[in-house]
């Protein structure tokens, strides 16, 4: 029995070895990835498909999510909702447009104004956008709007699962382009990576769908719905440092 545990640590280190023999014989384009040291200039290796893609560095990377109304707190606030009642009754109209008064929980509402889109209670998606105001009495006032879905800026639907990651392909915005990775522009239906994401982000495919106003190389994850997407917001967009990460073009999928 003395020799037991020896011989048991032998066959592990043998087992050990012939693994990483396996891996170092992956093939990266034309060599062995044990091989690759670098990629030629303009290009960034990605670990996950082991090759060399067009990419670069200096890329600020940020994270969205939308809001769930069931988890605020009950306080509810009274706003005007494009649209009639169930009984065919509105409260208001204005340019051929009619309104009228529904309670949502306030901080929802709160958390809407900024995000644009959120899952209500009952499951719909309600909107609102920059210019959506009306002048009940002359007093200038944000109207809402229920949607089809969660639609980017670009008109492309958000998928409604909280989240992201059960996506086989997760939503991003990008400076709007012809895919340039050097000067930061990208054209929809790129497909991305950005190795230096927290895991497990580093190792999915991003899909450019939406577009944003940003000047800079920039790329803004969508991470799903509710707290815990919105945890994974924070995490992502505070990585450090924040606008040095390297982002990879990998291929395309049409938006369509």
Not at 88 to 99: A, I, L, P, Q
Not at 189 to 209: E, F, H, K, M
Not at 228 to 236: G, L, M, T, V
Request: hydrophobic residues 35%; proline residues 5%.
């Amino acid at each position: 029995m003395k020799f037991f545990i020896p011989i048991i640590g032998l066959v592990l280190f043998g087992l050990m070895f012939t693994i990483a023999q396996v891996d170092a014989a992956k093939v990266c384009g034309d060599v062995l990835c044990s091989e690759v040291k670098s990629c030629n200039g303009g290009e960034v290796f990605d670990k996950i498909l082991f090759r060399c893609f067009p990419g670069s560095g200096g890329w600020k990377i940020t994270g969205y999510y939308l809001p769930l109304e069931k988890e605020f707190p009950s306080k509810m606030e009274s706003v005007l909702v494009q649209g009639k009642k169930s009984d065919g009754t509105f409260d208001y109209t204005e340019k051929n447009s009619t309104y009228y008064y529904k309670q949502f929980r306030a901080g929802f509402l709160k958390d809407l104004v900024v995000q644009g889109s959120g899952k209500t209670t009952d499951s719909k998606i309600l909107q609102t956008w920059v210019d959506d105001y009306v002048n009940p009495n002359e007093v200038k006032t944000r109207f809402y709007h229920y949607g089809k879905c969660a639609h980017t800026s670009s008109g492309v639907c958000i998928p409604l699962s909280e989240s992201s990651l059960s996506e086989p392909f997760i939503q991003v915005a990008v400076t709007k382009g012809k895919t340039n990775m050097k000067t930061g522009v990208i054209s929809h239906g790129t497909l991305l990576r950005i190795p230096d994401l927290p895991s497990p982000w580093n190792a999915r495919t991003y899909w450019a769908t939406d577009v944003g106003e940003w000047k800079d190389k920039h790329v803004d994850v969508f991470t799903g719905f509710g707290s815990k997407a919105k945890d994974n917001a924070f995490k992502i967009t505070k990585i450090p440092p924040k606008e040095s990460s390297r982002v990879i073009a990998i291929g395309f999928k049409d938006t369509k």
